[in-house]
């Protein structure tokens, strides 16, 4: 039995009753009545709001109209109920579309954000490390040191040749430049022509085979190891530059790395280590020298020398200053303790990127190396270019002075090994390698007796007679990087497979 309402005769949605006529009311109408007349419709007594009682049912179910009970009413009732449903779904598949493409608009705004934040990091940092490279230089600055000291912060690519050269090389310095080659060539003369008696005899040398191998220095994500040193006074301790961007020191005595030095934001090209501190320097395309500390595993100083790919590092006996060359054109010649640029030269006439660069053993002349095949040689004290070697058909990727002072070895991408005499200023010698061999490394032993060549395999020469007495073919990449042990008596490598390797007896 369902309950209807007094005054519409129907099933009530919301019923309640009156506790003065007890009847049954729709919720609705009886509140209209109430609110209009103010008594129960049943008998006129007084009735308000809150005395109607509210009846807990059951959903009602209306029953059907008597409309609806012949087959074509039901069928038309069905059809408006699909109607409905179609149209219902229609509005629900247009608010889908619509949220998908808010949602999507969300998504292409939040990627900008990340942009714009990842943009305002990258220039915070670089703004800290100028920071950083000017704090040094805060109690240096001299009226006349002005020009000199923007180097450092944002390179002299277009300073003038001039105001370079008339405020960075002081006599001073010059004249400790010469004290310094002064000291060296007597020391070369009391050596002679004599051979260190320590020193591995050619007939051992060749008796050389892989005694370490070592994979795990460099990210093998980006593998590629593509410079290496040793420490002059250590040389257990090994330096590679890496395609991670890292730069790398390690133990060959204790097989374990010293310290991995993070800061360059493109791969590492050359690096250098200190022969007296413990300190080492680094260069890489993102255009900056970094100088780290090896004990504290941080970049100490950063200089700004160029504005292009720093292509060559070289550091001068003094371990004072630092030669640089680039992409730029330009070489410089930089104070490594304040990270200022003394000098910084191009050869305009040419209009070429320079590819490498090394300081003869006296550090008063040094060679830079083009990517037009040319070996250029400079004075550094009077910032000319005083002689020049053509002869190679292809960019100059090593060159190494011998340290004897005579003799300059240079490597080019023509599969070939060319020796000049700096005395006679001409080539004496060219060891042809294999068709397609790639020189990439070349380094002479302390002593100056032989010659080791890096690139599609690994060669030891010995002077003078510049006959082959090794050859190693134990790196599966491009060797880039090949150095002698104290008196030859091992043989370091590294190349792109991201293995270090030393070979000896």
Request: glycine residues 6%; charged residues 20%; negative net charge.
């Amino acid at each position: 039995m369902s309950l209807v309402c007094a005054i519409s005769n129907e099933v009530p949605e919301h019923p309640c009753v009156s506790p003065v006529s007890n009847q049954v009311f729709e919720r609705r109408l009886i509140e209209k009545f109430i609110a209009e007349n103010g008594v129960d419709p049943m008998n006129g007594q007084p009735l308000s709001e809150e005395q109607l009682i509210d009846i807990k049912v059951s959903h009602p179910i209306r029953p059907k109209a008597a409309s609806a009970t012949s087959i074509p009413a039901i069928l038309k009732s069905l059809q408006d109920e699909w109607d409905a449903v179609m149209l219902h779904s229609f509005t629900l598949r247009q608010q889908l579309q619509t949220t998908r493409q808010e949602l999507s608009h969300a998504l292409y705004q939040h990627d900008a954000a990340c942009r714009v934040i990842a943009r305002l990091t990258k220039e915070v940092t670089a703004a800290r490390e100028a920071l950083a490279t000017l704090k040094p230089q805060a109690g240096l600055v001299a009226p006349q040191a002005m020009p000199a000291s923007q180097p450092a912060t944002g390179g002299a690519g277009g300073e003038p040749m001039e105001v370079s050269e008339q405020v960075g090389m002081t006599p001073e310095i010059i004249q400790k430049l010469q004290d310094k080659a002064t000291v060296l060539t007597t020391e070369r003369k009391k050596r002679g022509k004599t051979v260190p008696e320590e020193l591995v005899r050619a007939e051992d040398l060749s008796k050389y085979r892989q005694v370490a191998s070592h994979a795990g220095l460099h990210s093998a994500s980006v593998p590629g190891i593509l410079c290496m040193d040793l420490c002059p006074s250590d040389t257990n301790k090994v330096l590679t530059g890496g395609a991670d961007k890292n730069v790398v020191v390690f133990d060959k005595k204790e097989e374990q790395i010293i310290a991995t030095l993070k800061g360059h934001t493109k791969k590492v090209t050359s690096v250098i280590y200190h022969p007296s501190q413990s300190v080492v320097f680094s260069a890489s395309p993102d255009s900056t020298i970094r100088v780290w500390s090896v004990t504290g595993g941080n970049c100490v100083q950063v200089v700004r020398a160029h504005e292009a790919s720093v292509t060559g590092l070289s550091l001068h006996a003094t371990g004072d200053y630092l030669l640089s060359s680039s992409e730029d054109q330009y070489w410089a010649f930089s104070d490594i303790q304040t990270g200022r640029v003394l000098t910084k030269v191009t050869d305009e006439a040419a209009g070429v990127a320079l590819t490498c660069a090394q300081f003869h053993p006296d550090g008063l002349i040094f060679g830079t190396g083009t990517a037009d095949s040319q070996i250029k040689i400079w004075d550094l004290k009077e910032r000319t270019n005083v002689a020049n070697f053509p002869g190679h058909s292809g960019p100059v990727t090593s060159i190494a002075f011998s340290e004897n002072g005579y003799y300059l070895a240079t490597g080019a991408q023509d599969s070939s090994v060319k020796l000049w005499d700096l005395r006679k200023l001409k080539n004496f010698k060219t060891i042809a390698l294999d068709n397609n061999y790639e020189v990439k490394s070349l380094v002479f032993d302390q002593s100056g007796t032989y010659l080791a060549v890096g690139g599609s395999d690994i060669r030891v020469y010995i002077c003078k007679q510049w006959s082959e007495v090794l050859n190693f073919s134990d790196h599966s990449g491009l060797v880039t990087g090949v150095a002698f042990g104290d008196n030859a008596q091992f043989l370091s490598s590294a190349g792109m497979d991201r293995s270090l390797k030393f070979y000896s007896l």
